[in-house]
T-cell receptor, first 116, second 111 residues
């Protein structure tokens, strides 16, 4: 089974702090994704990565950055946390479509971040 | 623009009754379609997917979904709901890059 793990289930940070959310997958997937989930808004894509050292902006990248130095790890960085970044953050991974196929995304358990 | 619509925010179903959750998509071509389920405080679990071929797809936990091109729909069904099915359900569509999610339908199961 694919396993996607996230470094923390719950996190409380103060406004202005730099925050790192880590995601690790164990299935050698090329693609990785970061979403935030808010009530009534569903899941919104923040950033994604097709492969190591590659990144693409999603729908709501403002206030976030990402890092992918190794294939299995994809980090989301909040450079200066703000209260409007309080949310559930979900990481996902997916096999790349280089072979011509489209594959499903596998999700981690999520990190509930509270910024006070 | 690509979009996925789940018209029902909440649905309440009696245990043992049948269930249908609606999903409509708007895409330039036939997308790849998925249903995910999320239990409280958890990540998303894939229930089923449609890529091509037979328009009725079977998934885990007794769920199935039917793709109807003419209606741009991909509705999720289950013949008999169990209390453990109470969760939030997300329909999603994908081209070659990213997933577009609907806003979700919360399923409540009454005794």
């Amino acid at each position: 089974d694919v396993k996607v793990t996230q470094s923390s289930r719950y996190l409380v940070k103060r406004t202005g702090e730099k925050v790192f959310l880590e995601c690790v997958q164990d299935m050698d997937h090329e693609n990785m994704f970061w979403y935030r989930q808010d009530p009534g808004l569903g899941l919104r894509l923040i950033y994604f990565s097709y492969d190591v050292k590659m990144k693409e902006k999603g729908d709501i990248p403002e206030g976030y950055s990402v890092s992918r130095e190794k294939k299995e790890r994809f980090s989301l960085i909040l450079e200066s946390a703000s209260t409007n970044q309080t949310s559930m953050y979900l990481c996902a991974s997916r096999k790349g479509s280089g072979s011509g196929g489209i594959y499903e995304q596998y999700f981690g358990p999520g990190t509930r971040l509270t910024v006070t | 623009a690509q979009s996925v619509t789940q018209p029902d925010i909440h649905i309440t179903v009696s245990e043992g009754a049948s269930l249908e959750l609606r999903c409509n998509y708007s895409y330039g071509a036939t997308p790849y379609l998925f249903w995910y389920v999320q239990s409280p405080g958890q990540g998303l679990q894939l229930l089923l997917k449609y890529f091509s071929g037979d328009t009725l797809v079977q998934g885990i936990k007794g769920f199935e979904a039917e793709f109807k091109r003419s209606q741009s729909s991909f509705n999720l069904r289950k013949p008999s709901v169990h209390w453990s099915d109470a969760a939030e359900y997300f329909c999603a569509a994908s081209g070659y890059s990213t997933l577009t999610f609907g806003k979700g339908t919360m399923l409540l199961v009454s005794p």
